[in-house]
């Protein structure tokens, strides 16, 4: 296949971020629609160069199940590391529609969001029912760790459970009331769960969503389970696959693949405090993938065990109009145990011979030139028994809700 060269890469990027805005337009969870009857068109777009002591980010994460497609090292030159261009309409008080569509750098087009919205008044407070593909809300600490965030990097707790966003395709129903104390908002989903951790056949996927909060405090809790059924990650031991957006269904072949039938258990906690000045933000959130069934492949199979165990701590101050610092501190642990024939040749096919647990720190200064246009210098590093990964980067984020407003 051709390749660009590295200045084709870095005007592509550049352009994408020019004409393209920048990503999610609203605020992860937010109502995408206009509060009035109408319409509008959204674009957002991130762009970044960084610099690492080693390939960066991290092909693999050790002892941790996940398709196999590992991001391409994103060292050197101008990276596009997301673009967004969505739309929105609202038809009536009650009725609306959304969509969006992403890009990558290296990657075509995709759909993240395509779906009907409906909203209405109710008893103690506001009812939502969306139907169609969007992005699985687990909280809005979790769901802000990823493009657009504060950091370059997916939280590796989001990595390891989910192989960086859940976005899928199905229903979910809600109610919410964000100015009480107490309970704020309910909202349960099923989804169609044909992406990571679900596989190309099983179940429909049941979630639930609880949101908690008093005053400056804000807290949610979200579960999930997945059912796969021939489920397939890439073998561990046979270099990096192509990249793909899906996951590899162990029916149509098992050559270079490990594969689960089972169940895959999603929890997911975050807790968010801000003081009264708006200056100071603290953040936690913990994720856990706990999976039951059988793992298998060309040579044996085995029952596991596995528990996917992560979190992240972040702290960032507005230190001066435009300016905020920020920080992250993040873990991650993997637990497997395989029972039964071939357990040796399989840990080591599935990278759980190498199951450690690993760490990363970064540290965040973004600067918001106007609305909607920040620069953003980072410093990282992440570790393991054995490994050290520092970087580097310098980060633009361009975000416009509305396009109209500046035609």
Not at 172 to 188: F, H, K, Y
Request: one cysteine or more.
């Amino acid at each position: 296949m051709p390749t660009r060269s590295p200045r084709t890469e870095a005007l592509c990027a550049l352009a994408a971020a020019l004409l393209a805005g920048a990503a999610q337009a609203h605020e992860a969870g937010a109502d995408p629609l206009p509060e009035d009857p109408g319409w509008r068109v959204g674009a957002a777009a991130a762009v970044f160069a960084a610099d690492a002591d080693h390939r960066w980010p991290a092909a693999t994460l050790p002892g941790v199940l996940l398709r196999g497609s590992p991001p391409d090292d994103q060292r050197g030159g101008l990276t596009l590391e997301h673009a967004t261009l969505d739309a929105a309409a609202r038809f009536t008080p009650h009725l609306g529609a959304a969509a969006a569509i992403g890009w990558h750098d290296g990657d075509g087009a995709h759909v993240e969001a395509a779906g009907l919205h409906l909203r209405w008044a109710g008893h103690g407070g506001e009812y939502t029912l969306q139907l169609g593909r969007d992005t699985v809300r687990l909280g809005g600490v979790i769901d802000r760790a990823g493009h657009y965030d504060r950091f370059v990097q997916t939280p590796l707790a989001k990595r390891a459970v989910f192989d960086d966003e859940w976005i899928d395709d199905g229903a979910a129903l809600a109610w919410r009331d964000p100015l009480a104390d107490g309970l704020r908002g309910v909202e349960a989903g099923l989804w169609r769960g044909r992406v990571f951790p679900g596989g190309e056949h099983g179940p429909l996927v049941p979630s639930l969503r609880l949101h908690l909060g008093w005053g400056h405090v804000d807290a949610q809790l979200s579960a999930a389970r997945f059912q796969p059924d021939a489920r397939g990650s890439a073998v561990a031991t046979v270099g990096a696959p192509a990249h793909t957006h899906g996951t590899l269904d162990c029916r149509a072949s098992l050559q270079q693949r490990v594969c689960f039938d089972g169940t895959a258990d999603v929890l997911a906690a975050s807790l968010q405090w801000e003081n009264d000045a708006g200056d100071w933000t603290l953040a936690a959130a913990g994720m856990l993938r706990r999976e039951r069934g059988e793992l298998y492949a060309t040579d044996g199979s085995a029952g596991l065990r596995s528990r996917v165990a992560g979190g992240w701590l972040d702290a960032a101050w507005r230190a001066a109009p435009g300016w905020t610092l920020a920080g992250r501190l993040e873990r991650l642990v993997p637990r497997q145990k395989l029972a039964g024939v071939g357990t040796v040749s399989l840990a080591r096919a599935a990278g759980f011979d190498a199951a450690g647990s690993r760490q990363r720190a970064t540290a965040a200064a973004l600067w918001t030139w106007r609305p909607g246009l920040t620069l953003a210098l980072e410093t990282g590093r992440d570790w393991r028994p054995g490994e050290r990964l520092s970087h580097l980067a310098l980060r633009l984020i361009w975000t416009e809700p509305d396009l109209k407003e500046i035609w």
